[in-house]
């Protein structure tokens, strides 16, 4: 059964300075994965998705992940944190185990210090 | 173009009494989902829809009951609400009912935060 696990529940970086979300999944197929965003009081929107494309992925806002199967890893990055970045951050992997259905990391507070 | 509306916002029940969450897309998609978030556990699938006239249960579906009216339209009922179901309720849709296609992505609604006392 594919599981998510997001490594840390709060990161904490000073504006400006590189942001690194880390996530681990396990996967018996070819997975599908997604970063979602959730600032504060408000729903959930896509950043960016990997399927089994480019294993660098680009999304919104200047965030960018990278595949490693071989880490069974999908970190999420971004060279210059903004205090608007400041929300809760979603790691998702979907595949043919779980009938396609999202399984769903528990999530990581990104809290930018001015 | 409004996505994913859900209504309502804020709700305070007591226990025991019964609520319906409505949810509704304009985007034509074919699946919809109920998912509800609490603190440090991310979000957990209660019941989803892959296609008009089908219903599932996710991960956490006691205590709820679901109806998927028409393909639009997708609402969670509580039929006897109790204190352990205080949390954030969230609608999504995708457009496919089962694929990872890199177009079936989730669109969420901004959320019904319930509280039961």
């Known amino acids: 059964a594919q599981s998510v696990t997001q490594l840390d529940s709060h990161v904490s970086v000073s504006e400006g300075t590189p942001v690194l979300l880390r996530c681990n999944y396990s996967s018996s197929y070819s997975p599908s994965l997604f970063w979602y965003v959730q600032h504060p009081n408000k729903g959930l929107q896509l950043l960016l998705k990997y399927t089994s494309a480019a294993t660098l992925v680009k999304g919104i806002n200047g965030f960018e992940a990278e595949f490693k199967k071989s880490e069974t890893s999908f970190h999420l990055t971004k060279p210059s944190a903004h205090m608007s970045d400041a929300a809760e951050y979603f790691c998702v992997v979907s595949d043919l185990d779980s009938n396609y259905q999202l399984i769903w990391g528990a999530g990581t507070k990104l809290i930018i210090k001015p | 173009n409004a996505g994913v509306t859900q209504t309502p916002k804020f709700q305070v029940l007591k226990t025991g009494q019964s609520m319906t969450l409505q949810c509704a897309q304009d985007m034509n998609h074919n699946s919809m989902y109920w998912y509800r978030q609490d603190p440090g556990m991310g979000l957990r699938l209660i019941y989803y829809?892959?296609?008009?006239?089908?219903?599932d249960k996710g991960e956490v579906p006691n205590g709820y009951n679901v109806s998927r009216l028409n393909k639009r339209e997708f609402s969670l009922r509580l039929e006897s609400a109790a204190p352990s179901q205080t949390s954030v309720y969230f609608c999504?849709?995708?457009?496919?009912?089962?694929?990872?296609?890199?177009?079936?992505?989730?669109?969420f609604g901004a959320g019904s935060r319930l509280t039961v006392l």
């Open positions: 829809s892959a296609s008009e006239g089908t219903t």
């Open positions: 999504a849709s995708r457009l496919g009912g089962g694929s990872t296609s890199g177009a079936n992505v989730l669109t």
